[in-house]
């Protein structure tokens, strides 16, 4: 296994720790939570980085990338729903999507159609990164910015669910050039 492979799982088993100091007394241990967080959000930047540059880009870690993505955003949306501080209906729709999107994606693959991800999807990842932190920065720092996290809810709601269609129609253009 090489290096940025390494890091990329390295951020699967660092959600065990972000989710269980969040879960376990928030208040007490979300600075800890938060900190193991970012540590784990640097891995993302770094595995891809050092793939490039070291021309280790794998099957393996476009896949592990990807999966270590949505377990840590996916767990810590679970937590901050869990502990009252994001809605339902958000959780939801990013799973949703997520699930939705991970089916295509294995249906395209079948057909021996590749869809790479693409702006909205990193666009989708950004914004609910960012929406993240201020949850944590709302926990931490006891803000009241209620009104700053429901809007970033809404933008994360409209950029998941517009990625998602872009997903779809992705997929249904790569069927009709291939007929």
């Known amino acids: 296994m090489n290096i940025p492979n390494m890091l ?5 088993v660092l959600t065990i720790p972000i989710v269980a100091f969040l879960y376990f007394e928030p208040e007490r241990w979300a600075l800890l939570s938060f900190a193991i967080f970012i540590i784990a959000a640097l891995t993302d930047y770094f595995d ?8 280790q880009i794998t099957t393996f870690g476009k896949f592990l990338d990807q999966i270590s993505d949505k377990i840590m955003v996916t767990s810590l949306f ?9 809605n339902f209906w958000l959780v939801f729709l990013i799973l949703f999507r997520d699930t939705f999107v991970s089916g295509i994606r294995m249906l395209a693959a079948s057909e021996g159609i590749v869809i790479a991800a693409n702006y909205y999807g990193k666009a989708k990842t950004v914004t609910q990164i960012i929406l993240l932190v201020f949850l944590y920065l709302q926990l931490i720092l006891s803000w009241n910015i209620s009104t700053i996290i429901i809007s970033l809810q809404c933008v994360v ?6 990625s998602g269609i872009v997903y779809v ?11």
């Open 8 to 12: 990329t799982l390295s951020r699967i």
């Open 48 to 55: 891809g980085k050092l793939a490039r540059k070291l021309n």
């Open 78 to 86: 679970l937590v901050f729903m869990f502990i009252g501080r994001v």
């Open 157 to 162: 709601a409209l950029i998941t669910l517009l």
């Open 169 to 179: 129609f992705g997929y249904l253009r790569s069927g009709e050039r291939g007929k």
